[in-house]
């Protein structure tokens, strides 16, 4: 490699498997490496896809395919890419790696909620829905990636003894049969020392006679990012099947283990970003997460729940919220990286105008609510 620092790390540390198994890039770019199915892991690993890729990330040249990076940026957001640089960057330079480090396992679409702003690939809950308006994904609610767990384990076993991390999704993992069963395996094979990291509705430690709480022991770092995009009845709103006093038992369960961080990570989207300051007082003041404890994740797609399509009068709104919110900051000595965060929210949705796209929102909005007996109205305070 020419260049010690590419354009993006991933095609030399990370391996995601997603929707039927297919590997790519990574979760938000769409660059197919291979079919983790019907092709081995050094197949993929090891393939023209993955290595053209690298030859030209490793000259620091850009790929297309990246949009969802290029317009967060662009935007003055924080990308996957620029975070995955700040995480493994001083690593890759010091010790380069044959084997990816960095894990990204979507064993199926397993999920016991049907939020908004998803749909049937990423959430079986949203089949019946999904189904009656003619977008579902298959036939079936359950939609399995990988198809045996005991021959990805034994193609891809080497490199997860080797990982740094392993970022388990959704689907929803804590409802994931598979995702134990890796936990399972990791503790028999004392590879404990791997971080793992969470996007999780954490609605649920138990599934069956799995505790999650048994495996998490044995790990020397967990890290919780729990998709949480409001507090009460917005909460529940936005996430179907969201119980906010069930959330906050869920959150007291784990409080004592000390190894384990807990931050809320809410999605950024049209239904939430007025309500984000709230969301933080409210998390923070019941002492469910630590003053640094937010993490968000801005939506991209559909644009019609991208922040960008509020009408301008209803951005003015959030603007007139976050100036609230960070003169109250300031008196609380807020951490700055709180701070850049909402800043990030706000110069994110001011950065254009998609206000052609609240027609979609409208429609799709009130064709949900009739579905689910529901009123935006009563939800938002917009």
């Not at 890039?25 to 291979?34: D, L, R, S, T, W």
């Not at 995955?84 to 690593?91: A, I, L, V």
């Not at 044995?218 to 409001?230: G, K, P, Q, R």
């Not at 801005?298 to 509020?310: F, I």
Request: glycine share 6%; aromatic share 12%; hydrophobic share 35%.
């Amino acid at each position: 490699m020419t260049n010690p620092k590419p354009y993006c790390l991933m095609p030399w540390i990370h391996y995601h498997v997603g929707n039927a198994g297919r590997v790519k890039a990574c979760c938000v770019a769409n660059i197919p490496f291979g079919d983790s199915n019907t092709q081995t892991f050094s197949e993929i690993w090891n393939g023209a896809a993955i290595d053209e890729l690298r030859v030209k990330f490793a000259k620091g040249e850009k790929d297309s395919r990246c949009k969802v990076c290029h317009r967060l940026e662009e935007a003055g957001g924080k990308s996957i890419r620029q975070e995955t640089h700040e995480k493994f960057g001083e690593n890759f330079a010091k010790h380069k790696s044959n084997l990816p480090i960095y894990f990204d396992i979507r064993f199926s679409n397993a999920c016991n909620f049907a939020c908004r702003t998803c749909w049937h690939g990423a959430s079986s809950a949203w089949f019946p829905e999904a189904k009656q308006m003619g977008r579902n994904l298959g036939e079936k609610a359950l939609l399995q990636n990988i198809n045996d767990f005991d021959a990805f384990i034994e193609q891809t076993g080497e490199a997860l003894l080797n990982a740094k991390e392993i970022y388990f999704a959704g689907g929803e993992p804590l409802a994931t049969k598979e995702h134990y069963l890796l936990l399972d395996w990791l503790v028999k094979n004392k590879a404990t020392q791997i971080h793992l990291r969470y996007n999780t509705n954490f609605s649920q430690l138990k599934m069956g006679g799995y505790n999650v709480l048994d495996y998490w022991k044995h790990f020397s770092a967990v890290e919780i990012l729990s998709s949480i995009d409001a507090h009460g009845e917005l909460g529940e709103y936005i996430r179907k099947g969201f119980n906010w006093e069930q959330f906050r038992a869920n959150r007291k369960q784990i409080q004592s283990h000390k190894h384990i961080r807990f931050l809320i990570a809410p999605t950024i989207s049209v239904f939430s970003i007025l309500n984000l300051p709230k969301l933080y007082k409210t998390c923070l003041q019941e002492g469910i997460i630590d003053l640094d404890g937010l993490y968000i994740n801005m939506l991209d797609r559909p644009l019609h729940y991208n922040t960008k399509a509020l009408p301008e009068k209803y951005k003015q709104k959030v603007v007139e919220e976050y100036l609230s919110f960070y003169n109250w900051a300031e008196k609380e000595k807020i951490p700055q990286t709180i701070l850049n965060q909402f800043k990030e929210c706000e110069t994110y949705m001011l950065s254009e105008d998609l206000s052609k796209q609240w027609k979609n929102f409208q429609k799709e909005t009130a064709l949900l609510d009739e579905m689910r007996n529901e009123s935006v109205n009563e939800a938002l305070n917009f």
